[in-house]
Each structure stands twice: as C-alpha cells, then as structure tokens.
C-alpha cells in the first residue's frame, strides 16, 4: 500500500478490516474499543479520508494526527469528531509503552437516513474544526461521554428490534449535545487563547480596514480571517458567538460599519468615495448595508453631525 496517497475508506467494515478488527456486529455503525486497536503496520496510509462520522475520546495517545500537512499531538482526554470526506491522518508513536485507551464511534450517514439528526447533524460546527481545536474534557466530561458510549454499545450489540435505531439515534444526539455544551465551556475556560484569538482578530480587522489591501482586495471574508488566525472558520464563528455575542462575519461588518461612520463623521469624503475605499464596488451595496445595521443611510447619518 502505498502510504503518501489518500486513502478512501468507504464502509465501517472496510474500517475494521484495515485495522485487523474482527467484522462489525452492525453495518452501520461501529463502537471501537482503542486498546483492541494493535500498533500500526509500517505501510499503514497516513492520509485517510472516511465515508463515515467518526468520533474519538481517546487517552495516553501514542500518536500524531493531522488533517492536511499540519500535526498536533494531543493530551490526556481528548475528543474530536470528523464529518465524511474530511482528510485525516495518523501517525504511530515511537513510545511502544504507552497504554493507549478510549473509543471510537463510526456512523455511516445511511444509518441516519429517515431521521431527525440527518439534518441536524450537520448544524454541529465542531465536525468543522481542525484537529488541534479538539474538545479537552475534564475527568467528569470524560465519564458522562464514556458512560454514554457504554449505553450506546450496549444498545446496539443486544438484540435489534424496531426500537434499537430510535434509541441509539436519541443516545447519539444526546452525545452530540454535551459536546456542544462542553465546547461551550471551553471556549470561556481556555481564557489566555481564547481572549488571545479575540485580540489577533481585532489587530487584523484594523489593519485590513487601515491599510490600502481592502480597496485592491475587498472585505476580509470569514475564510481569510480564519486562516490569517489559523483555526478553522467553524471554531472561529464559535468561539466569538460564545465571548461576543457576534460571529466572525458579525465582526467583519461592525468593524466595517466603525469605520464608515468615523469617515463620514469625520471626513468630506461623498458616499461612494467612502464606499470605494471600503472595498464595495457598488456603493448602493455599502449604503444597504449601513441602513440594515444602523437604521440610518449614510447620509443620514452625516446629517446627524451637522
């Protein structure tokens, strides 16, 4: 096998037989014991995309994993969930001691098929995230998550009957929920980094709406930002939801909208100069924009000076 290419694992069991795991008691879904998982073979592929939900809580990690070029190791505890199609790697460690622990949760799309969290599964941002913006959970996190995959396995490996899918569906939304509400906690927790992204944002946003680059370039969308950041836009309008009340898109338009007053207050400048050198190439676009946000035109609101 050649491991610098892509590797495509299509189904849960194709998952488990790259693992040397024994067959899949359900099709659909998969939860895996991490100390039934061997060390890795020497050819194994270090860039892998699913066809499948995978999430992890994984412990004493003798590994790296990266999505893309970039790799993070990871502490004690920690969780992280990956959409289908997503690229992902692992990479073994070279400490053979370690006692590596936790599950791995696999959910093929088909087994959501007909119920409510088809949809709603792809509202949860942290499918979005970048691997080092895993969730860091605290030891009683880490018993409630565990606790229910527990549940969560012992449903599907007893007797399937008309209820099982329901109920592991319920038990997979309720899983999804106090990840949401952990990820919450982080964001507020995790206060140095936190308040640090909050600050880069703010230089950043000055300097785009400063300097000549917007006029060339136009506004800083939210995937610039993110990437200028380096955390993902998901994590990022997440974040600033939690600390802000606004997402990064929010933020973009009232630094936009700071910067227009201070112009029209402040300057002769007509309308579309000012709409010019903000980046719009239509200055109805900018006026719109400015009425939606302030109730006022941007005339208007120069009047209000004067």
């Not at 119920?115 to 913006?133: G, H, M, R, W």
Request: hydrophobic content about 35%; overall charge neutral.
């Amino acid at each position: 096998m050649n491991n610098t290419q892509v590797y495509r694992v299509k189904t849960i069991s194709d998952f488990h037989k790259l693992r040397n795991l024994p067959k899949p008691e359900h099709p659909l879904i998969s939860l895996i014991n991490i100390e039934s998982i061997k060390r890795l073979p020497e050819n194994d592929p270090t860039s892998l995309v699913y066809d499948f939900y995978f999430i992890a809580l994984k412990r004493n990690c003798n590994a790296k994993f990266k999505y893309g070029q970039q790799q993070y190791d990871f502490d004690d505890g920690t969780m992280f969930f990956i959409a289908p199609n997503q690229i992902f790697g692992i990479e073994q460690g070279k400490d053979e001691t370690l006692k590596q622990s936790g599950w791995m949760l696999l959910i093929h799309p088909d087994f959501l098929w007909n119920t409510s969290l088809a949809k709603t599964i792809k509202q949860y941002e942290f499918f979005d995230y970048s691997v080092n913006e895993a969730l860091f959970l605290s030891e009683k996190e880490e018993l409630i998550i565990t606790g229910m995959m527990q549940g969560m396995e012992q449903e599907y490996r007893s007797n399937i009957d008309k209820f099982s899918q329901g109920i592991i569906i319920a038990q997979i939304e309720l899983l999804l929920s106090y990840a949401e509400r952990f990820y919450e906690r982080q964001f507020i927790t995790r206060n140095i980094s936190s308040h640090q992204i909050l600050a880069r944002l703010e230089d950043l946003l000055t300097t785009c709406f400063d300097g000549g680059a917007i006029v060339k370039n136009g506004l800083p969308t939210v995937a610039h930002v993110a990437e200028k950041l380096n955390v993902s836009a998901g994590y990022l309008s997440s974040l600033l939801k939690v600390l802000t009340g606004l997402n990064t898109q929010q933020h973009i338009h009232q630094k936009l909208i700071d910067k227009a007053k201070e112009k029209l207050s402040t300057t002769g400048l007509s309308v579309s100069e000012i709409a010019y050198g903000l980046g719009f190439e239509h200055p109805q676009s900018f006026s719109k924009l400015f009425k939606t946000k302030t109730n006022f035109s941007p005339l208007e609101f120069r009047h209000s000076f004067n």
